[in-house]
């Protein structure tokens, strides 16, 4: 899959093709989207965050014969056709100038691994030191039972 394209529409009713650039008028509001050149079937490559409550998901794509498609906000599909009509329907929502999203970097396991290890330790070293306490008390205690 290629030019992989998900937009988040504020919207009450089905978003068909047709109606998407009434969304988004020239010089209105950019709508927020996630974009990516190269997609491979079946993965997954990041998401669209920041979307505002009450928005939809539609995403344009091409499939691997170069076609172009709509997939509405209820799961309709409908054609786009060439890259050419692609790129006419990006200008009159006024994404002319398309750019990937950078993908989102996951925190690494690592990072929490170590942290957690840190505040082991250190509750490790405390309960060492209660112990060591507790012993000398009982120790204390035994010596003077004993005298």
Same mark, same amino acid.
């Given at each position: 899959?290629?030019?992989?394209?998900?937009?988040?529409?504020?919207?009450?009713?089905?978003?068909?093709?047709?109606?998407?650039?009434?969304?988004?008028?020239?010089?209105?509001?950019?709508?927020?989207?996630?974009?990516? *050149?190269?997609?491979?079937?079946?993965?997954?490559?990041?998401?669209?965050?920041?979307?505002? /409550?009450?928005?939809?998901?539609?995403?344009?794509?091409?499939? /691997?014969?170069?076609?172009?498609?709509? *997939?509405?906000?209820?799961?309709?599909?409908?054609?786009?056709?060439?890259?050419? #009509?692609?790129?006419?329907?990006? #200008?009159?929502?006024?994404?002319?100038?398309?750019?990937?999203?950078?993908?989102?970097?996951?925190?690494?396991?690592?990072?929490?691994?170590?942290?957690?290890?840190?505040?082991?330790?250190?509750?490790?070293? #405390?309960? *060492? #030191?209660?112990?060591?306490?507790?012993?000398?008390?009982?120790?204390?205690?035994? *010596?003077?039972?004993?005298?």
């Amino acid at each position: 899959m290629s030019d992989l394209l998900v937009l988040a529409v504020a919207a009450n009713g089905r978003i068909t093709l047709n109606s998407l650039t009434s969304y988004f008028p020239v010089g209105g509001v950019k709508p927020r989207y996630f974009y990516r *050149k190269k997609v491979a079937i079946g993965g997954t490559e990041g998401s669209l965050t920041g979307a505002y /409550a009450g928005s939809d998901m539609v995403c344009l794509f091409a499939d /691997a014969s170069g076609v172009y498609w709509f *997939k509405g906000n209820r799961g309709q599909i409908e054609k786009i056709g060439s890259q050419a #009509r692609f790129k006419k329907l990006l #200008r009159q929502i006024s994404l002319n100038k398309l750019e990937e999203n950078p993908l989102p970097v996951k925190k690494m396991k690592t990072e929490k691994k170590k942290t957690s290890k840190k505040k082991n330790e250190q509750e490790d070293k #405390r309960r *060492k #030191r209660a112990r060591r306490k507790k012993k000398e008390e009982t120790s204390k205690k035994k *010596k003077e039972e004993e005298s």
